[in-house]
């Protein structure tokens, strides 16, 4: 079983930076492909961005590319979403999520098939 908890939420001006963390536990040597999901009020949760546990493969939803940038601390279960020019329709709850890999080299976009799953952590924009 993997445990994840994400933290870094806030609120934001339109413009300005943050960054989310997500730190996995309960299986120290496994292999995790990971990704940050969203869900805006009345909206589906949706991809943002995900990252291979050891191949250096990453993917983005369109909107976010060249402004959000996913990393993975090496030696540590954490992942990081830095995020750069922010917008209020980025508002939304960020999830962490993860599934095991051993090849270490999955990237994936569907929330189907990440197997775990953090409490969210809320990002608000205002304008």
């Known amino acids: 079983q993997v445990q994840l908890v994400e933290s870094g939420g806030g609120l934001v001006r339109a413009g300005g930076s943050l960054t989310l963390s997500c730190v996995a536990s309960g299986r120290p040597y496994s292999s995790l492909a990971t990704g940050w999901f969203r869900q805006a009020p009345g909206k589906e949760r949706e991809f943002v961005a995900a990252?291979?546990?050891?191949?250096?493969?990453?993917s983005y939803t369109d909107s976010v590319k060249g402004r959000f940038t996913i990393s993975r601390v090496h030696d540590k279960n954490t992942w990081y979403l830095k995020m750069n020019s922010l917008k209020p329709e980025n508002t939304a709850i960020y999830y962490c999520?993860?599934?095991?890999?051993?090849?270490?080299?999955?990237?994936?976009?569907?929330?189907?098939?990440?197997?775990?799953w953090g409490q969210g952590t809320q990002l608000t924009v205002t304008s």
């Open positions: 999520a993860s599934q095991l890999d051993p090849s270490g080299r999955l990237v994936t976009t569907k929330s189907t098939e990440y197997d775990y």
């Open positions: 990252t291979s546990w050891s191949s250096g493969d990453t």
